[in-house]
């Protein structure tokens, strides 16, 4: 019942409000929990070991088993289509999706391009939209695309919505909405499925 458990999560806001969201379950983390710069952190006490990754990386650590559990963005879980499983939506970390530019601009009709760091989720919404678009895969400062010519239109993360309105941006359409959910190994889930259950069963008392 009390096998050790492996979470991947990200550092960040994430990694902030689900170790809170695990201290309101009854779970002990230690203060030094939150400001440690391990990537690997055990907490004895719970049997717990986290891994902190990439936010991207962490659904992919859970498919391979490395991790049995994970906390990601549904963001991240629609654009690597990873095989695991859905478990609970924690109801933190929200944000969206959402289509954005400069005001006042039409996309251009022979050849309109997307700047994103999400070309899957940005293809298929644009699909289904109709649109046959151009998609360009960015890593980073994804608000520069349509400020220097190299795209029409950007599909990004929006929180507050700050970062575009200090780079002249607005929002076209919303995509869909984001929050972080709890995501396992199908293969843990089979194994360790008293302990999961169990943590479940906590987490969703409190979310």
Known sequence: MNE???????????FTEAAE???NAGFELPPEFDDSRKLIID????????????????ATYVEHGVADLGIAGKDVLLEEER?????????ISGCYLAVAGLPDTKMNDVAPKIATKYPNIAAAYFREQGEQVEIIKLNGSIELAPLI???DRIVDIVSTGRTLKENGLV???TITSVTSRLIVNPVSYRIKDERISELIKRLDGVI
């Open 4 to 14: 050790q458990l492996t979470i991947a999560m990200p550092k960040g806001r994430i």
């Open 21 to 23: 969201l695990l201290r």
């Open 43 to 58: 907490v004895e006490e719970e049997n717990f070991r986290f891994i902190l990754a990439k936010p991207m990386d962490v």
């Open 83 to 91: 095989d695991v499983y859905e478990l609970l939506d924690l109801k």
């Open 149 to 151: 010519g190299l795209a």
């Open 171 to 173: 929002e076209y359409e």
